[in-house]
């Protein structure tokens, strides 16, 4: 088992071997091989000691990191942890990013920063699967900021775009609001339980639920290490308030947006609630609070990409929605449910950026899918990869991974809600019902807008990628060679579209097989321990006790609607994207101002650039002009005496040597002098 050690240090080497070779352009183009070998090395580890670990935990201590106040202080060490939650996270940051990283190999071909590119992505495999594999809340903040570090680079890859530049900021000083309060929690855990180590926290708050109600009281510190924790993860993980960073984020190149906003990075926040989540449950409030603002964040981001043209921003706000998901699974104690959706998201959401990177990279760069139209003869490949995509995002019933997932949320949310009689969880499974159809109809209208109907097509301004692809697919044999090079073209197979074939393939059967084995309640049932009084985190999908829904269990009848719900909004968006366009064209100008709107994003930047970003700028300007006439002429005041000092010998530096050897001889003849005076008078 120790052999884990090597997952994150193995791309941590690569991006050192990358950055040794980048001063040879003939070794450079080896980047992309080095980057996908050391995450496809960490994966085959992954795969080969997950069934060795069956159900136990292990700690694999590595080396000292900190130590404070001798033998009976605290230390920090670079420990990891490694247990089947653990697991199922590795085999997604290693597993789907082996297969981003292979097809980036293709997208960023002929790129002039190719080799940063792939320096970064590795350094983000080795802080990703840092915080993963921590076994206490230091290490884990460490990699928490070494993604957030790596995601700033990334997003601002193409850095002399000024909007690639601006949404780097964007999310880097975003982020650091949650990461505050993340930091305070870390702060508030090791005044409350002496220790940081995730292990040690985690037994003491099973113990203290045991005993709650039965004489132990929580603490003001159990109310609120879970809110500080919760300001963390919905920060990493684009919840309500802190969501705005991520749509920026689409600046980078697009297989960023696969590897760290939708498959990884994002979802650290999520892990962080499903690890920690007893101590989520010492206060009465944190979970309720959870689940509102998952599903409240769901349906508010799915109403945004209702009217968004923007290709990547669908996948992107969607991405959002996906995410208020699993905190609303999280937030009803089915960290399975948040767990299996949390993976097999993973499949889906890259599938749908990268397919979608394939048409940007047609259409050197072209996002605006008003101007798509048609494309399904020109990308076939494409086009059904992405229509696989989208089935499993919209939950097309039974045959797709994300039906299996978010209907198991949902179905373990509705029951929550049933058993505890409680409005607010009733009001959080209506949002999520209302989600689940809004998303089937958002996701078919961007597919019937961009491959159906008519074909029109408009380029983009980045000419090298897509001359770069038509060049690839003649030598791969991928298109015919009467291809123009200024119209859309399939991607070659390899690098790729061989890569989306096996996400597509997980996109299909991954939610089937771990619904039929039930491989995520048995994750979480041994990774949170026995359940809690009262609690029954683990028990996703379990049997509900309580009265039925039309005379069927909660789970059945979560089945049955949001099947519905799936087949009646991917139906809608068919009649008003492909049957009936004229319709939908005179519907959006009655309808103007609800979709300006929503194409403006309820003017939540607007509102945050009013309420946060002036004010802080004038207080910056205030600072500044306190600085420079205050502090800097209080600085001057201090410093005058020594300048007049300096002035007055400064006739004195002549740099004559003689001028020197004369002043020395002289400085000599006076103290001779005034020692025989001294002894005169003595």
Not at 72 to 85: E, I
Not at 361 to 381: N, S, Y
Not at 538 to 558: I, N, Q, S, W, Y
Request: overall charge negative; hydrophobic content about 55%.
């Amino acid at each position: 088992m120790s052999v884990a050690i090597l997952i994150p240090w193995l791309p941590a080497l690569a991006a050192a071997i990358i950055a040794g070779i980048a001063l040879n352009e003939r070794l450079q183009k080896w980047a992309a091989a080095i980057t996908t070998a050391s995450i496809g090395a960490g994966f085959v580890i992954t795969m080969v000691l997950w069934p060795q670990l069956g159900d136990k935990a292990v700690t694999l201590p590595f080396l000292d990191w900190m130590t404070f106040g001798g033998e009976d202080g605290v230390s920090f060490s670079f420990s990891y942890f490694l247990d089947p939650l653990a697991f199922v996270m590795l085999a997604v940051v290693t597993g789907v990013g082996c297969l981003i990283s292979t097809y980036a190999a293709g997208y960023m071909k002929g790129d002039p920063g190719y080799w940063r590119f792939f320096t970064y992505v590795a350094l983000f495999i080795f802080a990703m699967t840092t915080l993963v594999m921590a076994d206490n809340l230091v290490l884990l903040f460490l990699g928490w900021e070494g993604v957030g570090a790596c995601s700033y680079l990334l997003i601002g890859y193409y850095y002399d775009k000024p909007f690639a530049v601006a949404a780097a900021k964007k999310a880097f000083i975003v982020n650091r609001v949650g990461d505050f309060g993340f930091l305070l929690g870390i702060f508030l855990c090791y005044q409350a339980y002496d220790t940081v180590q995730i292990s040690v926290m985690l037994e003491a708050a099973r113990e203290n639920l045991s005993h709650l109600g039965h004489g132990y009281t929580a603490s003001t510190a159990d109310l609120w290490i879970p809110f500080l924790l919760m300001i963390g993860a919905f920060g990493k993980s684009a919840q309500i308030p802190l969501y705005v960073w991520l749509p920026d984020a689409m600046a980078g190149p697009t297989p960023v947006s696969a590897l760290v906003h939708a498959a990884t990075m994002v979802t650290a926040g999520v892990y962080l609630i499903a690890r920690c989540l007893p101590l989520f449950e010492l206060s009465p409030y944190a979970l309720p609070t959870v689940a509102i603002v998952g599903a409240s964040t769901a349906l508010f981001a799915a109403t945004i990409a209702l009217c968004c043209n923007d290709l990547k921003g669908v996948f992107a706000y969607s991405t959002v929605s996906q995410l208020g998901y699993m905190f609303l699974g999280l937030g009803v104690l089915s960290s399975a449910s948040a767990t299996f959706h949390l993976f097999t998201h993973a499949f889906f959401k890259a599938l749908l950026f990268l397919t979608a990177g394939s048409v940007m990279h047609a259409l050197a760069g072209q996002l605006d899918i008003r101007t798509m139209g048609g494309l399904r003869k020109k990308m076939p490949v494409t086009c059904w990869l992405m229509f696989v995509g989208c089935l499993s995002l919209a939950g097309f019933p039974f045959i797709t991974s994300g039906f299996w997932s978010k209907d198991l949320i949902l179905g373990d949310a509705l029951a929550f809600a049933m058993d505890r009689s409680s409005t607010l969880y009733f009001i959080a499974v209506i949002f999520g019902v209302i989600t689940a159809f809004l998303t089937a109809f958002y996701t078919f209208r961007l597919w019937f807008t961009v491959f159906t109907g008519e074909e029109k097509f408009e380029m983009g301004d980045e000419h090298h990628h897509a001359e770069e692809a038509h060049h690839e697919e003649h030598e791969d044999g991928a298109a015919g060679h009467d291809a123009h090079p200024d119209e859309p073209h399939e991607m070659p197979w390899l690098p790729m579209n061989a890569p989306l074939v096996l996400l597509a393939i997980g996109a299909v059967v991954l939610g089937y097989l771990g619904h039929h084995f039930h491989w995520f309640e048995h994750i979480i049932d041994h990774t949170l321990g026995a359940p809690a009084a009262g609690g029954h985190h683990g028990e996703a999908g379990g049997e509900h006790h309580g009265p039925g829904v039309f005379g069927m269990d909660p789970h059945k009848f979560m089945l049955v609607l949001s099947s519905i719900l799936a087949v009646g909004g991917i139906t809608l968006a068919a009649f008003f994207y492909r049957l009936n366009r004229p319709l939908t064209d005179k519907l959006a100008v009655s309808l103007a101002p609800i979709v300006k709107l929503l194409q403006n994003k309820y003017y939540i930047d607007e509102f945050y650039d009013l309420a946060f970003v002036r004010p802080l700028r004038r207080l910056g300007g205030m600072f500044y002009v306190i600085d420079a006439m205050i502090i800097n002429n209080l600085i001057r005041l201090v410093a005058w005496a020594p300048m007049m000092v300096g002035r007055g010998i400064r006739p004195v530096q002549s740099g004559r040597l003689q001028g020197y050897g004369l002043g020395m001889v002289m400085g000599v003849a006076v103290f001779a002098l005034l020692i025989l005076i001294a002894a005169a008078r003595g």
